[in-house]
């Protein structure tokens, strides 16, 4: 009994001697730190970012990766939509952090008001309106009011005035508003330079602009003729009935003006005049109207009234001869003008000497004047054929002979079937 008792106690000792010896070789394993996060906010709105901080026993930690919802995401992180979004921030080594709830609320986003125009504003000027949110997107459906809270249309053209307008949209906060102030517009017109009265292809013509207010000429004014833009001075085309105006911003153009561009013509001639012989240039007839004249046995006679150009080639004078014709009588206040023709039907009136640019008249002659005219056809619009010669002495008393044939400009009003009141 005594020997196994003694066995015993040796086991004993035995086994505590082996306990103690592990424990004393065995290393233990440090336990993991964690990861602790933290936001610079946690309740934004749509498109604010978030920076996110991350330690661990309160030492900040680098190239952590940060999962929103399960998906690693970018550091800041910019939340485009609402709703709430779990984060949490990884790395290895660490434990997880904590896990953060950013609450994104929806963005009102506000509305911002811009135009096209380039200012001064003037009166009945198209302008279009773009509307944009803070994003910079376009935003189609949006209103524009005005300050008696009345929609306008897009593209708007505005009355003179100023004009308070806002833009606005159901969900949106409005835009700022901008005030457009419109200004009157004045009149524009546009005459020619010169010997406007009398163009032909080829001509270089020169236009004159001007403010009919105020007759201040306009430099920078656009020229259209039949609305085809064209330079100034611009080279005439196109024979025919021509409809010019100008445009300019800021001006209203209710004044189209017309003339007639001839062709060239095959007339041929000349001017003695001053003992020097001139070449024929070109002529141009022209029935102007009806006359009424009182003779000398108190009775009166109506007469169609006539005038026949000539311009000198490569010379600034013109010589408009005026003469007379009888009229037809067609019933009743209806006449028709007698067509000139050589013979005594012609009453030769007077003559003007002008230089063809300016204008300015070198003199007149009212008597001492011969000649004949005599139409050979004239049924092709705008210009007729005939022979035509006339003598006159001008007022310095030297003699003028003008000498043309052939088919020029017939211009003016139509010289039949005019109807005359008051005779």
Known sequence: MRKLLTLLAILLMACFYLSCSKDDNEVSKPEKNKLELVADQTTIIED??????VRSKGEIVEQVDIYIDDVKQNNPYT????GDYKVIAKKSGYKDSNSLVISVGKRIRTLHLTTNIELPLYEKEKVLFTITDDTGEIVNDAKILNSDNKEIPNPWSPRVGEHTLIASKEGYISSEPITLNALAKKD???RILGNYEFIVEGDQVHFLVYDTATNQKIYDADIYVRDEKVTNPWVATGAGQAYIKAERKGYNTPFSTSYIIYEN?????????????????????????????????????????????TLLLEQELGFEVEFYTPTKNLGGNLFSAVFPEQGISIRWMKVRIYNTTTGQTYGYNTSDISGHYNILDYSEKHHASANYKVQFSDHYGDRVEININGKRAFTGKHATQQIISGI
């Open 265 to 309: 013509t095959n007339t041929t001639g000349h001017v003695n005049y001053r003992n020097v012989s001139y070449v024929n240039y070109r002529t141009q007839l022209n029935f102007t109207g009806f006359k009424t004249l009182n003779l000398p046995n108190g009775s009166q006679e109506l007469v169609s009234v006539w005038t026949e150009k």
């Open 48 to 53: 604010q970012t978030v920076n996110f901080t």
């Open 188 to 190: 524009l017109k546009v």
């Open 79 to 82: 939340f485009k939509k609402e």
